[in-house]
């Protein structure tokens, strides 16, 4: 059984989950914003319009 101090996260964890979340969302973006992957977003919308 947990005691109170196990029963969530604490302000380091929450810092860290932070942290992987902008990390995430940073990479993400870099992906999605790439020359590569719009010109391959943008032919899958033409294809799906057509």
């Not at 942290?19 to 943008?42: E, M």
Request: glycine share 6%; no cysteine; hydrophobic share 55%.
């Amino acid at each position: 059984m947990k005691s109170k101090r196990d029963a969530g996260m604490n302000t380091a964890e929450y810092a860290i989950g932070t942290l992987a979340a902008v990390g995430f969302a940073a990479l993400l973006l870099k992906v999605l914003t790439s020359d590569r992957v719009q010109a391959a977003l943008t032919s899958l919308i033409m294809r799906a319009l057509s």
